[in-house]
């Protein structure tokens, strides 16, 4: 990789290309908003910010980002109206079912971080079917969020360790950092360097609360379904202009 002064950069963020976040994380937020603004239900806020799904992800691939995680589905939405729920269900399995020619051609892997088994039968047929024929693919990976939350992600690693004790295959005084993370959903995949969330809402709800303990954010007042390339690239560049310390001083 280039460094010093002739550092090659994304042509679309201006960024140089050693300050590129491998792992961009976004909480899509303002589905819900952009719709009450219009007079809309809320499934139409949906189905536009499924645009901007694909606006992310066109805009990662030009950006030279590896990893893309889309906070789609959290375990505190199955709360919504059962209405709202299903459709948010239905859409996402159209959304892969239209979508997953460009995945290939852009040799990009699906693949889910959440408790799946929550999802409707139908949607995780769609997913696995996706996830298989996508599976060897090693450029770059989309992961959606689904049925997750980070505590309940912290929770599940815990139950895994307590079974590795009790059956003798994890020591108690073995149990440090690594052994935690590597209970995660997705232990393969790089902390995000980089945590976007629209909507101008400021907080991280219940989201990748262990991997993003060094994360750099990004907020903006923007809605989910009209948060575009330009959005994406941006918060990539303003990603380049940040030194990362992880707790040094330089």
Do not use: C
């Amino acid at each position: 990789m280039p460094v010093g002064g002739n550092l090659k950069k994304d042509h679309q963020s201006g960024a140089p290309e050693n300050r590129i976040p491998a792992h961009v994380a976004v909480i899509m937020d303002g589905n819900g908003r952009w719709a009450g603004q219009r007079g809309l239900p809320r499934i139409k806020g949906h189905e536009a910010g499924a645009e901007s799904v694909r606006a992310a992800i066109r805009a990662a691939r030009d950006a030279g980002v590896r990893y893309l995680t889309l906070y789609a589905f959290s375990v505190d939405n199955w709360a919504r109206p059962r209405a709202e729920v299903g459709g948010l269900m239905k859409l996402l399995g159209s959304f892969l079912r239209r979508n997953e020619r460009e995945l290939h051609e852009n040799r990009v892997r699906l693949r889910v971080m959440g408790r799946m088994a929550d999802l409707p039968a139908e949607l995780q047929n769609v997913l696995n079917g996706v996830m298989d024929r996508t599976g060897h693919y090693g450029e770059s990976q989309l992961i959606l969020a689904l049925s997750y939350g980070s505590r309940t992600e912290i929770t599940d690693a815990v139950q895994g360790i307590v079974r590795d004790v009790a059956a003798g295959e994890l020591a108690p005084g073995k149990i440090d950092e690594a052994a935690i993370a590597g209970r995660m959903y997705l232990p393969d995949v790089p902390d995000p360097d980089l945590v976007i969330r629209t909507s101008g809402e400021l907080r991280l709800s219940n989201f990748m609360l262990w991997q993003a303990s060094y994360s750099e954010f990004y907020f903006t007042d923007t809605l989910w379904p009209d948060f575009r390339d330009a959005d994406f690239h941006r918060a990539v560049a303003e990603y380049g202009k940040r030194k990362r310390r992880f707790g040094k001083t330089q």
